[in-house]
């Protein structure tokens, strides 16, 4: 169990084969506190260990999140069952959420913990006295507990929906014996014990292994060790390892997700483990560069901004109003997971800015998919009768439900995205620029054009500009639809994809939206009495020169999809702007180290015979260059989130989002998807 000097009760500071004989005997302090004469030391403070354990290791594991998660069970491994205080405080959480939602909302529970040096039911009982709250359920575990220690009990709770295992051994070896059901693996780790200093046996490098062994894609990890040989071997195995400031005595605690396994059979998964960067070299000025900055300033990284342009924001994120909104599909599928993500990644992060005090003219007022044609009411009638996404995501609306919610009349219902919204794209990138410039050392060049890049021998990097040549020791490029026109970066299959927006001056109150529209293109709310319309989309095409006819076409699109309305005049346009959107492919964005995509072919070329072979050899990729880009249409939802990714990347810490979608958003998935297709000759 926890205490405020970081001594904790632990199971493995004799590291023989037998299994425990007796129970142990304790002592009490003054104040209650539990004494372990084995350790000369307390289980746990009095004042502090309910709350620290609570922080430490259900916090730290997101636990309350993940009981409602019930499409997977959850397994949880400790070291340590000592007072069995982590357990109790587990099961309290679980028994709150089973009360409020119902026990078909939370998932199932497998506890298993690990104890050499157990207590008795009694000392169980005396030690957790002084929490009144937790006495019904230790009372249900104790009648359960065993009179005499075996190698392992069982016990459950909550009509079996909670399961204890505890077994009586020493930590390496009882988890080394330790076989799950096919395919379980552990998803949480309650990393408890003395501290390494008072019990150095126990922090093994053979108990990591043991960890990893047992740990499932992404599984969590949470100790209230900040060690740095801890954190070394936590990296060797295959975590991700960051510290995390928590409030009380112990103010920073450690947390890490296993996402690097060296023997996952899927080597391009693994990403370059870098010591944290010192300054980063940004090539952008753009939304994507923005938020990069703001949250590489917020890690303490100093970061130089190389924008082509006379200013910030000249680009995509130059347009009057922008569209905040995800691209969600009628199935679950991995496109719409990753933007139902980044909307709520997205929505947080901004609202955080402006809690911090900077402003941006914006509205979170949702948005409309109108369903103006008869597919598209096909498609919402299919998923008015079986939704596959939670209402507060998206729902179908009929005719007088939409116009109530537009503020205007239509005629056609459509799919409603109440978290979607609007936002002025330039202001909101200067006020990341104006917040990150606050915190750290930060740097704006611009009109710097940058017209090549070459690695040096000692691999940093050596950027050609119009205004000579610069030096980058850590390098993003995040030009948006010029970053294919760079070496390396044009080897990814991105392609530009022109658009005109429209402003409009409001000439009517057919004019006055209360909500975004999208239709073949999108209408939006005013702002500063005018709103935008567009958007055109022109592949391939790289001139940002303004048309008359894209103003036509815009205004036309209007009227196909929404006749109901008073016509948009020619007259009433006000402005407009022609910028280029970075495509992908599969229209996902990419996020992530840039590969050294000839060696591929040699290297995973077995993939082409069987997708799932085995091979464990470490992607290659450039050292210190890497790329956000693809973030199409929809880069005021995605900026956020996959900012989120290169932070990751750069710090050394947690990647935020699952294997799964990491690789759907890694550089290297085309070459990779491209050899399982065949497309590379293999001996």
């Known amino acids: 169990m ?19 004989k007796d129970f142990q005997n304790i002592a009490y302090q003054d104040n209650g506190a539990p004494y372990s004469l084995q350790f000369d030391d307390i289980y746990f403070d009095t004042e502090s260990g309910c709350q620290q354990s609570e922080q430490v290791f259900l916090r730290g594991n997101q636990i309350s999140e993940r ?22 405080l587990t099961a309290a959480k679980m028994q709150q959420l089973i009360a409020k939602y119902g026990g078909d909302k939370v998932t199932d529970v497998h506890f298993i913990s690990v104890e050499k040096y157990p207590l008795s039911s009694e000392s169980i009982k005396q030690s957790l006295a002084m929490w009144t709250d937790l006495q019904p359920l230790i009372a249900k575990v104790l009648a359960q507990y065993p009179d005499r220690p075996q190698q392992r009990c069982e016990l459950s709770l909550f009509n079996n929906k909670l399961k ?19 395919h ?79 023997n996952s059979g899927k080597g391009y998964l693994l990403r370059p483990n870098q010591p944290k960067a010192q300054h980063v070299t940004i090539i952008g ?15 303490g990284v100093k970061v130089s901004v190389i924008c082509k342009d006379e200013a910030i924001a000249q680009g995509a994120s130059s347009n009057a109003i922008g569209a905040l909104y ?61 939704p596959v996404w939670p209402h507060d995501i998206i729902h179908s609306l009929d005719a007088q439900q939409a116009s109530q919610i537009a503020g205007v009349t239509l005629t056609n219902g459509g799919m409603f995205i109440p978290q979607a919204g609007w936002i002025a794209p330039a202001e909101l990138v200067k006020a990341l620029f104006d917040a990150a410039s606050k915190i750290g050392q930060v740097k704006i060049r611009t009109n710097t054009k940058v017209e090549q890049l070459t690695q040096l021998d000692d691999q940093r990097w050596q950027l050609q500009t119009n205004k000579g040549e610069l030096i980058a020791s850590t390098l993003v490029v995040c030009g948006g639809a010029d970053s294919d026109q760079l070496t390396p970066i044009n080897e990814l299959p991105q392609y530009p994809v022109r658009g005109q927006v429209s402003e409009v001056a409001i000439a009517s109150p057919d004019h006055q939206l209360n909500t975004v529209i999208c239709h073949k293109g999108y209408m939006t709310p005013a702002n500063n009495e005018k709103f935008c319309i567009g958007a055109t989309f022109d592949k391939n095409d790289r001139d940002i020169e303004v048309r008359s006819v894209d103003d036509t076409y815009n205004i036309e699109m209007i009227s196909q999809s929404m006749p109901e309305l008073e016509t948009i005049d020619q007259s009433s346009i006000v402005g407009q702007k022609a910028r280029l959107r970075a495509m992908t492919p599969d229209h996902l964005p990419i996020a992530g180290p840039m590969p050294k995509t000839d060696q591929y072919p040699a290297l995973y070329g077995k993939l082409a015979q069987d997708k799932n072979w085995k091979i ?6 450039y050292a210190n260059l890497y790329v ?18 290169l932070v990751a990347d750069l710090c050394n810490q947690p990647y935020p989002l699952p294997s799964k979608m990491r690789f759907n958003l890694a550089a290297n998935r085309f070459v990779i998807k491209d050899i399982i297709k065949g497309k590379y000759a293999t001996s």
């Open 2 to 20: 926890t205490q405020a000097s970081n001594h904790h009760n632990d199971n493995t500071h004799n590291t023989s084969n037998d299994s425990p």
């Open 67 to 88: 009981l409602l998660e019930t499409n997977t069970p959850l397994i949880i491994g400790e070291t340590g069952f000592g007072t069995g205080l982590n357990f109790f």
């Open 164 to 182: 204890l295992t505890i077994l009586f051994d020493d930590a390496t070896q009882g988890f080394a014996k330790l076989k799950l059901a096919k």
């Open 184 to 262: 379980a693996k552990i998803n949480a780790w309650y990393l408890d014990g003395f501290s390494p200093s008072q019990n150095s046996a126990m922090w093994s490098e053979a108990l990591f292994e043991q960890i990893a062994r047992l740990s499932a894609e992404d599984a969590t990890l949470a100790t209230f060790t900040v060690a740095g040989f801890v954190r070394r071997r936590l990296t060797q195995v295959g975590f991700r390892v960051a510290k995390k400031k928590t409030a009380g005595k112990k103010n920073q605690t450690l947390v890490a997700k296993f996402q690097q396994s060296p």
């Open 285 to 299: 000025g753009g939304i994507a560069a923005a938020c990069l900055t703001y949250q590489l300033a917020q890690q």
């Open 326 to 386: 995800p691209l969600i599909h009628l199935q679950r599928d991995e496109i719409s997971e990753f933007y139902v993500h980044a909307l709520a990644r997205a929505r947080t992060f901004y609202d955080e800015l402006v809690a911090q005090g900077y402003d941006f003219a914006h509205a979170w007022c949702g948005l409309l998919e109108l369903s103006y044609k008869e597919a598209l009411q096909k498609r919402q009638e299919k998923f008015a009768s079986a």
């Open 616 to 621: 464990n050899s470490p992607a290659p990729y």
């Open 628 to 645: 956000i880009s693809g973030l199409g249409a929809r880069g005021l939802c995605s900026a956020p989130l996959v900012s989120d990714m």
